[in-house]
């Protein structure tokens, strides 16, 4: 019987990269409530990043110019599912005890009630909530890392995938981050 190596190589003799232990997650540090990490540990099924430019063309007479202000505002638009079954076998990342609704019911939680709910006591209490309460999306698979705004959260079922949870989520990329994946590590679980 052949044995088969963990790593396939390709015909050039160059192995691919290994995609299994590189997370999607969101977190949210707030100073009033530690860290709190979301993992997708079934990766979504469609993730697409937008990358607008602040141009303007402006048409004259005498032709055209174009005002340039740079980058915009990255839109961040993903959706998929949180799975059927509680996860029985370890994941290499840290993942959410619990089955597909109780992961669906948690990002609804961190995304919108706790975000917002920790903004708005932030406020309250005179405190900046941009200051007080950041969200990140960290993508280690695709090398992404932003500050994130979460715009829209839609949970959902459907008659053709009965036991599934299905989202789609959609963030606005604040600011980009150097480097993300310092945000997962040391953080307190």
Same mark, same amino acid.
């Given at each position: 019987?052949a044995?088969?190596?963990?790593?396939?190589?390709?015909?050039?003799?160059v192995?691919?990269?290994?995609?299994?232990?590189?997370?999607?997650a969101?977190v949210?540090?707030?100073?009033?409530g530690?860290?709190v990490?979301?993992?997708?540990?079934?990766?979504?099924?469609?993730?697409?990043y937008?990358?607008?430019?602040?141009?303007?063309?402006v048409?004259?007479?005498?032709?055209?110019?174009?005002?340039d202000?740079?980058?915009g505002?990255?839109d961040?638009a993903m959706?998929?599912?949180t799975?059927?079954?509680?996860?029985? *076998?370890? #994941?290499p =990342?840290?993942?959410?005890?619990?089955d597909g609704?109780?992961?669906?019911?948690s990002l @609804?939680?961190l995304?919108?009630?706790?975000?917002?709910?920790?903004?708005?006591?932030?406020?309250q209490d005179?405190?900046?909530p941009?200051e007080a309460?950041?969200?990140y999306?960290v993508?280690?698979l695709n090398k992404?890392?932003?500050?994130?705004?979460? *715009?829209? #959260?839609? =949970?959902r079922?459907?008659?053709?995938?009965?036991?599934?949870?299905?989202?789609?989520l @959609?963030?606005?990329?604040?600011a980009?981050?150097?480097n993300?994946?310092?945000?997962?590590?040391?953080?307190p679980?």
């Open positions: 019987m044995t088969y190596p963990a790593t396939p190589i390709t015909k050039t003799g192995s691919p990269t290994l995609q299994k232990e590189l997370t999607i969101l949210m540090i707030s100073s009033m530690g860290a990490e979301y993992y997708f540990d079934l990766r979504p099924e469609e993730l697409t937008t990358h607008p430019t602040r141009a303007t063309v048409q004259t007479l005498g032709g055209a110019w174009v005002d202000f740079g980058e505002i990255v961040i959706s998929g599912h799975g059927w079954r509680a996860n029985s *076998v370890p #994941l =990342i840290k993942s959410m005890p619990g609704m109780a992961k669906a019911f @609804r939680k995304c919108f009630e706790d975000f917002h709910q920790l903004r708005m006591a932030a406020a005179g405190i900046d941009d309460v950041q969200m999306f993508d280690t992404a890392f932003f500050k994130v705004y979460p *715009v829209s #959260l839609q =949970i079922k459907h008659k053709s995938r009965p036991l599934l949870y299905q989202y789609q @959609r963030m606005t990329g604040l980009k981050m150097t993300g994946a310092d945000l997962i590590q040391g953080i679980a």
